[in-house]
Nanobody, 124 residues
């Protein structure tokens, strides 16, 4: 069984930083793409960032480009999301998810496994 566990969320003031982690365990695809998504109250889930197995390819939503950085440590089966210059509109539950290819990495329905999420709250 595949498990994804997010950590690192919390309350931070606008302009601050947080680093989220997603630990992947269990029987996983031999190589996988990992994506971060977020869902704010009364809003639809939206794509944030994704990284390919090799880390050669990364993708970001326009709203976070230049502020967020995704990285991975395959030896630890962990993916990170460094979030800088946080804004109140970044407030959401952040979820990580995995899929077995890079194709359509922005599409949440393409992902096979999801974590439970970690809350990020940015105060103004």
């Amino acid at each position: 069984q595949v498990q994804l566990v997010e950590s690192g969320g919390g309350l931070v003031q606008a302009g601050g930083s947080l680093r989220l982690s997603c630990a992947v365990s269990g029987r996983m695809f031999s190589s996988y793409t990992l994506g971060w998504f977020r869902q704010a109250p009364r809003k639809e889930r939206e794509f944030v960032a994704a990284i390919s197995w090799s880390a050669f390819s990364t993708g970001y939503a326009d709203s976070v480009k230049g502020r967020f950085t995704i990285s991975r440590d395959n030896a630890k089966n962990t993916v990170y999301l460094q979030m800088n210059s946080l804004k109140p509109e970044d407030t959401a539950v952040y979820l990580c998810a995995v899929k077995n290819s890079w194709t359509n990495y922005v599409t949440g329905n393409e992902y096979a496994y999801w974590g439970q999420g970690t809350q990020v709250t940015v105060s103004s």
